[in-house]
């Protein structure tokens, strides 16, 4: 497990065809499936938001992930900012 010290934290904002095509759950499980910690949720204007937190490496193989999509999922943009790591975090949540 990675110590506090090595993780970053990403907000993310999510643009293109990712609400009602399961894109949270997608997001969800490539996350878990690489031990990144934060959350994921749908906004209003259609964008899908979130919090990724793990090491710099494996956050860019998640944001290549989530870019690349899958089945009707199709990603047009992707922006990342940074943010404080949150320490003691230790799952991946969907927010509603």
């Known amino acids: 497990m990675q110590s506090d010290t ?7 904002r999510a643009v293109g065809r990712v609400q009602k095509v399961f894109f949270r759950r997608f997001v969800q499980a490539a996350a878990n499936h690489r031990g990144v910690t934060g959350w994921v949720k749908n906004m209003s204007d259609g964008s899908v938001t979130m919090e990724l937190q793990a090491s710099a490496q494996i956050i860019r193989q998640l944001v290549a992930r989530i870019k690349k ?4 999922i199709r990603v047009d943009s ?3 900012s ?5 320490k003691g975090e230790d799952k991946f949540a969907i927010k509603y």
Do not use: I, N, T
């Open 69 to 72: 999509g899958r089945g009707r």
């Open 82 to 86: 940074d943010l404080p790591v949150v």
């Open 78 to 80: 992707l922006e990342l």
């Open 6 to 12: 090595d993780k970053v934290r990403k907000a993310g």
